[in-house]
């Protein structure tokens, strides 16, 4: 037996026509020099319409790469909404790669149009030369444009067009996005997301298990666009009719601060390092009293931060997970019901708990399937409807494993789906033949109060072959000893854990999208370039605090 339900695909079309439709006046708020540019998502929708029959003009055809080099503003929404829906594909690139990424990346992708910011225009104009494949560049807004050689304004071509596009029908399998990963080893891989996957990633965050947008909401959408195209959440908002507040490259704590009092956002979305500093910039004085919740991703949360937003906001500070390939959003760390008020940052400060949608399980470095007592570690594995299969242009079997997506965080699951990591495969360190964790080491040295962030990697020990090294950035004002932070960690973790080097730096170096570059500390290290500092400590042996063997 067959059902008659209608076969309607799931396009992003559809996303668009709902949010311009039923949330019309919903609003996008872009954040601009001493101001705000504010439009309906009506508006919104109109230029898209018109945006798509100027992209159909230029020759931008089905499955066509458009690519973005643009921050988080209303045009890189309407390139969001237009560029998919027409049939062509979405293709964010990524503001912060070394220009040898960047022109890779979009070589690989076969870009055939960009559209950039005009402030962001000397930044491609130093690669322009090495891609082909782009016959078209379409600047919005003003800036230096002389190195682009010839180009297009933006407001020209939709002043040129008319609203009412036939958005096509496709199939719902088709690519609409694609982003690369930030290539900290090796050349980035790309991942190409479909309608369906987008669509359906869109309806899970939306859901009170995850983010939980609705158009009661505000959301302040600091996670980059270009990243994982901003976790989802410019879909999952237009989608639900939630007001969106851009703040382009207005992201330090100062501005975070005043945007967040001035537009008054309910829910915010950002790295650590992001809510680190917007703590680090509020005053007293500043009002973040509009915030309901703010999620925290891209890299493990410490838990130092999640209790200071408590204390000093008063709010949640929610942990989510997921990857580039996880489109990305798998498993959001709210608290399950019943839990004690004193216990519910123990889940918080967890990676997450699985979502609906998501499969996860963790398995052994001989691929066998451990069990999910909250004890046994291993790799965790990851499938479903918006989990890529494989990279774009590059099988790499080596990344995947009987269907299952293999994500190199390393770490252990419960029976009730919460998601515990300990360390990335490569960053964890093996002291002596047992594991050390250099995130549940850099949390401990984080809960220091005069520690502003901490990142340990692996350095080479003639006598245990590894050995944890810690890269300290002081709170401003503050000069923690090594000696004194060793004292701290005494009680904190197991006594062979402590580690013997430190390093004091003024900031610790991040990736593209904003997490510890813990490649480039290690290369630092090897060549001399880190000031390290050495502490001597009692004699210690690996197996101090190991359970007696039965």
């Not at 987008?198 to 980059?224: E, K, Y």
């Not at 908002?237 to 704590?253: C, E, I, N, R, S």
């Not at 009692?538 to 039965?550: G, I, Y």
């Amino acid at each position: 037996m067959r059902s008659t339900m209608q076969e309607v695909p799931l396009l992003i079309s559809s996303i668009l026509r709902h949010g311009q439709f039923v949330f019309g006046e919903k609003q996008v708020v872009t954040v601009e020099p001493g101001s705000y540019r504010t439009a309906t998502f009506a508006e919104v929708g109109e230029r898209a319409e018109r945006l798509a029959a100027a992209l159909r003009r230029l020759g931008v055809g089905p499955s066509d790469r458009v690519g973005t080099f643009c921050w988080n503003n209303q045009t890189h929404l309407e390139a969001y909404l237009a560029v998919p829906a027409m049939g062509a594909v979405l293709h964010t690139l990524n503001v912060r790669l070394f220009p040898d990424q960047l022109a890779y990346v979009v070589r690989h992708a076969e870009d055939k149009v960009v559209i950039v910011d005009g402030s962001l225009a000397p930044l491609l104009a130093r690669i322009v030369d090495d891609l082909p494949d782009v016959k078209r560049i379409i600047v919005s807004g003003g800036g230096d444009t002389s190195g682009l050689g010839e180009t297009l304004d933006y407001e020209q071509l939709l002043a040129a067009e008319e609203p009412g596009y036939t958005w096509p029908v496709l199939d719902e399998r088709d690519a609409a996005a694609m982003c690369y990963t930030s290539g900290t080893t090796g050349d980035p891989k790309g991942v190409v997301y479909s309608h369906r996957s987008t669509v359906l990633h869109s309806m899970a965050i939306t859901s009170a298990s995850a983010v939980g947008m609705t158009d009661h909401d505000r959301l302040l959408t600091i996670v980059p666009m270009f990243h994982a195209n901003a976790w989802g959440t410019p879909y999952a908002a237009y989608m639900a009719g939630t007001d969106m507040v851009m703040p382009q490259m207005f992201l330090q704590g100062e501005h975070l601060a005043r945007i967040i009092a001035e537009q008054r956002p309910t829910v915010a979305c950002g790295v650590p390092t992001i809510w680190n500093d917007l703590l680090r910039a509020a005053g007293p004085d500043i009002d973040l009293s509009s915030l309901r919740t703010v999620t925290a991703g891209g890299s493990a949360v410490p838990r130092a931060l999640i209790e200071a937003f408590e204390e000093r906001v008063g709010i949640p500070l929610t942990q989510g997970w997921g990857m580039t390939e996880t489109s990305p959003v798998a498993a959001v760390a709210i608290p399950p019901a019943g839990v004690p008020p004193h216990e519910e940052i123990d889940y918080r400060a967890k990676a997450g708990r699985v979502i609906f949608g998501v499969e996860v399980r963790v398995v052994d470095p001989d691929g066998r399937i451990l069990p999910n007592d909250g004890e046994s570690v291993g790799e965790f594995e990851v499938r479903g409807p918006w989990v890529t299969g494989a990279y774009y242009k590059n099988p790499d079997p080596d990344r995947f494993h009987d269907g299952w997506l293999r994500t190199g965080d390393v770490g252990a699951l419960d029976p009730s789906g919460y998601m515990t990591i300990s360390d990335r495969t490569k960053d964890v360190i093996k002291s002596g033949g047992e594991w050390i964790s250099s995130v549940d080491l850099e949390n401990e040295v984080m809960a220091h109060p005069d520690v502003f962030e901490a990142a340990v990697v692996a350095v080479p020990d003639p006598k245990w072959q590894e050995r944890p090294l810690v890269c300290v950035v002081p709170v401003p004002g503050k000069k923690p000893s090594a000696e004194e932070l060793v004292e701290f960690l005494q009680g904190r973790v197991a006594r062979w854990w402590i580690p013997e080097r430190w390093a004091f730096v003024d900031e610790v170096p991040k990736t593209s999208v904003g997490k510890f570059d813990k490649k480039l500390l290690r290369a630092q290290h090897a060549d001399h370039e880190l000031e390290v500092v050495t502490v001597d400590l009692p004699p210690a042996d690996v197996t101090v605090d190991l359970p007696p063997a039965e």
